[in-house]
């Protein structure tokens, strides 16, 4: 299953950069990956050997989570169409030759990233135990409180945005005013909890590949870093000062 899993990404990505050219909007990709959770997830769960109420949980689990995820994304891309994502238009200009094989590459590369971070799932629906674990349990709690938190926090700022009168505005209620980027926290915090979940299977130590790979790509490639730049230059000394006093990440109190 994991190599059909992986032929189906390939293509699916592949399919949708065809798109994202035709239509002169990379942002389609975001919506692609969200939702490629969910057939990949349910993949896993019909093929998968072990315990039926474990496979079915997990399935339905990351399905609801992907398809949550995608609709929300859809609606902003599509509400924003034919304007792309200003961390697009960067790479736009970073990848003026060769442009539409570079990011041909990229689309690939999400497909990889869903991909590793379905391990956990692809360990989970192998066990046979007739019986949930601790860890599960434990994994199962971090994993809603991470659901729930991604969605406060990402309808927190949907309507900050249908509110608020000033344009360059920065978004400091409820969670965001804890965190820059709390949606980025508990988008993290949810692979946490599907590694906790698979730790109890066979190989279950391997998924620890998928909240590292999470965490790097938000922290260290197109999360956090461009998406910062991007503020700065939008808002200048209202994010700078937001970025003194507020976490960039991790929720925490406000610095004086």
């Known amino acids: 299953m994991m190599i059909l899993s992986a032929l189906f990404l390939l293509a699916l990505f592949a399919i949708v950069w065809r798109l994202s050219v035709r239509s002169n909007n990379y942002s389609w990709v975001d919506v692609a990956w969200a939702m490629s959770f969910a057939p990949v997830a349910l993949g896993y769960t019909l093929g998968g050997d072990g315990w039926l109420p474990r496979r079915l949980g997990v399935g339905l689990l990351v399905a609801a989570w992907s398809l949550r995820l995608g609709l929300h994304l859809w609606c902003r891309v599509a509400s924003h169409h034919p304007d792309e994502d200003p961390r697009y238009a960067v790479l736009r200009e970073r990848w003026k030759q060769g442009l539409q094989r570079k990011f041909f590459y990229f689309f690939q590369a999400q497909g990889v990233l869903v991909w590793l971070l379905t391990l956990p799932v692809a360990l989970i629906v192998q066990r046979t135990s007739t019986s949930f674990h601790l860890l599960e349990w434990v994994g199962l709690t971090l994993w809603f409180i991470a659901l729930l938190g991604e ?85 200048g000394d209202v994010y700078r000062e937001y970025q003194r006093t507020t976490s960039a990440f991790i929720p925490w109190f406000r610095r004086a």
């Open 151 to 235: 969605g406060i926090a990402d309808a927190q700022l949907a309507h900050f945005k249908r509110t608020s009168s000033h344009r360059d505005a920065v978004c400091q209620n409820g969670l965001w005013r804890y965190s820059r980027h709390p949606n980025y926290f508990f988008q993290s915090l949810l692979w946490w909890g599907l590694f906790l979940m698979a730790l109890p299977s066979p190989w279950g130590w391997l998924s620890i590949l998928a909240p590292l790979s999470m965490l790097h790509f938000l922290l260290n490639v197109t999360g956090i870093p461009l998406t910062e730049k991007l503020s700065v230059q939008k808002r």
